[in-house]
């Protein structure tokens, strides 16, 4: 056996293959979910190696007499015979054993089971029909009468009947993963195993996927078909199409069945019509697959001492022992051969498998270095450009309303004083009440007019303040929308799958975008600021006009004889209207300078704060650029090491191509 294992890792490197994908795995380009698939099949694959037992199938119609034929192979009525819909579904594995025994794994929901066996290559067949499946009982004659509580039809029985039962009853067999059977056969004490199946033809999807799943199991194949109706199109079908043995069918074995219910004479013409309908179907041109025929009835009736001693039936005994030499001698021969076939299936299904993981790897990088490279961060000096345009936008407006405004109510305002002062001076009748009025009335009615300009300076400011709030509320939210872009990046980096998270595990950080409202924008301590114009005026107005009214009331008595009361009214309003319209002007000069000083004030600000964002935001754009390029570095770090191991996968993948040529050459 050492030798048959030395003869298959020469014939495969399969070890190093092995080493290959297991560093594959190592270098954590794969996801959890990619590498746990991959181990598993190198498992498989190290099971194939280390097990030197060869696994044949044996496949065929209903009632083309598989059960009969094994129980002839091995001497002994094992299987039931002529039950067409009774077929097992699940896998039934016979290898040679010291006793007969049997070990049952069960579905997962049965409860019962309690002991368990050592995992073999035989755990592979029955997880593919359940992954679940664990639970496993193992009876020998020495366990007998046997009962398996929890599953109706399971009592007091011989292994024998157990066997019957597990393989052949529906409401059994669909609570069983795999059926597995030692025997001491001397069929099989060179480590050949047979796999029993159900009927191609049994319209039973559970079925036809056991057998397929049994196929693809195997190392061999033995194909049964009856003499009365050669290779039907059915049979020919599900091993072409649905089976796909591919170039297995050279080394498959065609058995003709019942060929007693035909004359003798139509033997040899039945054969090779098998013959030519195999390399019909098979587009087969040269070598055939091995073409036998028997009749195991008749060796199992001879067997149980039911049958007859009659020179046909010994005829057909002796036959069917020189079939057993000879289809023993067969599976013997090209045993290695098969075996190492079915290890280099096995790692061409590795390196498709590793290269299907690495290619949407690969697609998953690319995906995402493509997503940095054009991942759009705005300029951020015409993005502060705009904003300030923007801001002006809204705030300059406000202002020039409020000069305008502000321009109408001074000349309001000058128009109300003159007037109202003119009156009330040519209504008195005595330079006593002119002085009084100068006194005490002009100043009050200054101070009643001065309100109402103040009054419409204020709202004006008011106005140009509310609209600086719109502007600033503006291009904050602004601002924060290209601050949730850039967190929105940031993420898309790290959340994209969990092979980019190992990706970036040893050399791309984010911490420095994780600071406490790292994306919210810069604080600030500047507000905007309303001047108080109202006070101002009235602080510079009433000591100037105080100080013109007390020059003008002392030049009133200066000349104590001159002209009339009316002319000196006259000529008294006259100086001072001029005095007035001066100084009233200059209010006006101060009122809109004030106005136009609060608002570029208000657009200097804003422009202020645009000024600390494009700073902040600037510095966590270059931050997350800077670490965009770590990523990309990274990532085309790992592409290239991944086209590196891509390539390799290639290579090794031709290898075992070619070596599976060189096999396919080989013949028995």
């Known amino acids: ?59 065929g119609e209903a009632s083309s007499g598989k059960s009969t034929f ?31 025994s049997t070990s049952i794994r069960f579905q997962s929901g049965n409860s019962e089971a309690k002991r368990t066996g050592p995992r073999n290559r035989l755990e592979f067949l029955a997880e593919s029909v359940d992954k679940r499946s664990s639970q496993v009982l193992t009876f020998t004659e020495a366990d007998e009468p046997i009962t398996v509580s929890g599953i109706r039809g399971l009592k007091k029985l011989t292994v024998r009947e157990l066997i019957m039962k597990v393989t052949t009853e529906p409401k059994i067999t669909q609570k069983i993963a795999s059926v597995n059977i030692t025997l001491p056969a001397p069929f099989l004490e060179e480590g050949i195993c047979i796999i029993d199946t159900p009927g191609t033809n049994v319209d039973i999807e559970d079925h036809q996927q056991v057998t397929q799943r049994a196929v693809n199991f195997a190392d061999g194949v033995i194909i049964l078909t009856t003499a009365r109706s050669p290779m039907p199109s059915s049979l020919v079908k599900m091993v072409r199409e649905e089976l796909d043995l591919g ?14 219910w035909i004359d003798e004479e139509e033997h040899i013409r039945i054969v090779d019509h098998v013959k030519v309908q195999i390399k019909r179907n098979f587009s087969l041109d040269g070598n055939l697959p091995q073409v036998f025929f028997a009749v195991p009835k008749i060796v199992v009736q001879a067997n149980s001492g039911s049958g007859n001693s009659s020179l046909d039936t010994q005829k057909w005994l002796e036959q069917f022992e020189k079939l057993k030499v000879e289809l023993f001698e067969f599976l013997m021969r090209q045993r290695a051969t098969v075996i190492s076939e079915k290890v280099l299936h ?83 009748s005595s330079l006593d009440e002119i002085k009084t009025y100068l006194n005490s009335g002009l100043p009050s009615l200054l101070k009643r007019e001065l309100k109402e300009l103040q009054s419409q300076v204020d709202t004006q400011i008011n106005d140009i303040s509310e609209a600086a709030q719109v502007a600033n509320t503006q291009f904050e939210r ?94 008294l309003w006259n100086e001072l209207r001029r005095d007035l319209v001066a100084k009233l002007s200059e209010i006006k000069t101060l009122a809109l300078s004030e106005v136009s000083a609060y608002g570029n004030n208000v657009i200097v600000q804003l422009e202020g704060r645009i000024e600390e964002h494009k700073t902040y935001y600037g510095r966590k754009v270059s931050q997350l650029r800077q670490e965009q390029d770590n990523q990309a570095k990274a990532i085309n770090q790992l592409q290239l090491q991944l086209d590196q191991a891509k390539y390799e996968i290639s290579r090794r993948q031709q290898l075992v191509k070619n070596q599976l040529k060189k096999l396919a050459t080989i013949t028995f």
């Open 1 to 59: 056996m050492e030798k048959l294992t030395q003869l298959i890792e020469g014939a495969t490197r399969a070890n190093q293959h092995i080493e290959f994908v297991s560093r594959l795995i190592e270098k954590n380009y794969l996801s959890e979910e990619a590498c746990d698939a991959l181990t598993a099949q190198m498992n498989e694959v190290r099971s194939r190696l280390a097990d030197p037992h060869l696994y044949v199938a044996v496949i």
């Open 70 to 100: 094994i129980n002839a192979l091995l001497g002994d009525t094992l299987l039931e015979m002529g039950n067409i819909t009774a077929t097992t579904a699940a896998a039934t594995v016979i290898q040679h054993g010291s006793a007969i």
């Open 247 to 260: 170039e297995q069918i050279l080394r498959s074995v065609f058995l003709i069945t019942k060929m007693d």
């Open 346 to 428: 096995l790692l061409d299904d590795l390196f498709y498998m590793s290269d299907s993981y690495l290619a949407e790897m690969w697609k998953q990088f690319e995906a995402n270095r493509l997503r940095l490279e054009a991942a759009v961060i705005p300029d951020i000096n015409q993005f502060t450009l705009k904003q300030k345009i923007l801001s002006e936008g809204i705030v300059r407006p406000a202002i020039d309303g409020g000069v305008i405004m502000v321009q109408l109510a001074s000349d309001q305002f000058r128009s109300e004083v003159l007037a109202k002062a003119e009156r009330e001076i040519m209504k008195k």
């Open 478 to 571: 602004n601002f924060r929308d290209a601050y949730k872009r850039l967190q929105t990046l940031k993420g898309s980096i790290l959340n994209d799958n969990q092979s980019s998270e190992k990706l970036s595990l040893n050399q791309i950080s984010f911490s420095s975008l994780n600071e406490s409202n790292a994306f919210k924008g810069p604080s600030t301590g500047a507000t905007l600021t309303t001047t108080a114009i109202g006070a101002v005026i009235g602080t510079w107005f009433f000591p100037v006009i105080g100080t013109a009214i007390g020059a003008f009331v002392g030049s009133l008595f200066g000349d104590i004889f001159g002209p009339s009361l009316d002319d000196r009214k006259k000529s």
